[in-house]
């Protein structure tokens, strides 16, 4: 999955995130910064500032959609999309921003050359195709 997500944006497929605010209501944003920062946790690099940052400052509870029929074949699920459910954390600063700087494409590098951005850390808690077939669940 490392090598899907890393590629998602190359291939015109970023990852969208899905977040709500403290009162429930939904927001889809995509990410195209998104990459495996460890083996339970996913990052992005944030710099729009906009509405799944405010939301995730009240509601942490995200799910990351990927998709890309095109590359089926090379997971061994056999699957196009997928679902990572978790909990985000705003890191501004610190070896974990840093690290997520490090982490994020060049050409999402580019669009924040004064780095005024800051990373976001996903702890997924459950992973599952589009069916709704865990693939992976985190124990509790």
């Not at 969208?16 to 009162?23: E, F, H, N, P, Y």
């Amino acid at each position: 999955m490392r090598h899907l997500l890393s590629k998602a944006l190359s291939d015109g497929t970023p990852c969208l995130i899905g977040t709500a605010s403290k009162d429930g209501h939904p927001q889809i944003s995509p990410k195209g910064s998104l990459a495996v920062f460890d083996e339970q946790t996913l990052c992005y690099w944030e710099r729009s500032h906009r509405s799944s940052q405010a939301h995730i400052e009240h509601n942490a509870h995200v799910v990351v959609y990927y998709r890309n029929a095109a590359r089926a074949a090379e997971n061994p699920y056999r699957s196009s999309a997928f679902r990572f459910h978790g909990t985000a954390r705003i890191v501004r600063n610190g070896p974990e921003r840093e690290r997520a700087w490090q982490l994020t494409n060049s050409e999402e590098q580019s669009k924040d050359p004064d780095r005024k951005g800051f990373a976001v850390l996903i702890d997924v808690e459950r992973i599952e195709e589009l069916s709704g077939a865990i693939i992976m669940k985190r124990d509790e």
